[in-house]
DNA sequence: TATACTGTATTACGTCGATAATACAGAGGG
DNA sequence: CCCTCTGTATTATCGACGTAATACAGTATA
């Protein structure tokens, strides 16, 4: 499947679950319509509880992301990409505002933080670089 | 006192405390051979458990950043303010790595990413702005 | 010496996330 | 009809974290 857990990180099981699928839709690899694994598939795949994925599939049928299809299983909901995309901007800048909120207490030295930022942003996400670039032709969102 | 915990946050008490004594310290807020507030002076001011407390400080002797004062207390370690800055500097990275990793899996476009990444650089650390800056002669890790 | 402070240790309790083992109703497919 | 899949619900157990209430040894200070 498209995802995994990751069992050191603070953040629970289900919510980690729950951020991938939105994450998933969010990038079109899951899309509309599309049928989700079964809890106990999931369950099995992620080596986790079936209840800990029927909590986070719960979660994503009562934040509109999946919805039931009687006697078959659970499927994206329509219209919930552009939900995901927006879900998606606003995890990710809640990330980052605690992160750098944190810096900024440490009181580290704000160009040193930059440096590292960049350093990172340059590690993980090359195609970013400066500000515009020749167009690869790789496999996109 | 110089920090607060987020009871909202994910991340344990004791842990936020450790962080937090470790960046004062890095800051030179926390000078080596201070007196840190004692374990239940600090429990009452965060209104936590002074256990909570305990446990972070006996957390910060093992690594070396306070030290025991028989009969007085504890205060910072000799040696620990430059170990405490090549702390924050490995904190903040894997920070950063987690947020970004994540934000790279979510298959976001990276040039939208980046505009949120200097968003929030922009507002919480307007000092890092551009390239250099006029001097500031604060006090500097 | 007596008091008040220091860190430390112990035991008990509550919450929350996760696991585990079931059980149930509903629908698809032979 | 029967079997198997679906999601859902229930109850019990476990561990980590935090709280709470003590108790203790050691030291500074009056």
């Known amino acids: 499947m498209f995802f995994q857990i990751d069992f050191d990180n603070r953040l629970a099981i289900y919510d980690q679950v729950v951020r991938q699928i939105t994450f998933a ?30 909590r986070a599939y719960r979660q994503l049928q009562d934040h509109g992301v999946l919805a ?20 998606r901007v606003g995890l990710i800048r809640s990330q980052l505002e605690q ?30 670089a400066g500000k515009a670039e020749s167009r690869k032709p790789k496999a996109e969102g």
């Open 99 to 128: 992160v750098f909120g944190e810096a900024r207490q440490s009181q580290i030295d704000p160009r040193k933080f930059r440096t590292l930022v960049e350093q990172e942003l340059e590690r993980q996400m090359p195609d970013g």
């Open 68 to 87: 039931g299809v009687r006697g078959t299983g659970l499927a994206v909901a329509a219209g919930a990409a552009k939900q995901c995309r927006e879900e």
């Open 25 to 54: 839709v969010a990038g079109g690899v899951l899309r509309e319509g599309e049928l989700v694994p079964s809890v106990r598939e999931l369950a099995r795949e992620l080596t986790i509880n079936p209840n800990t994925v029927a």
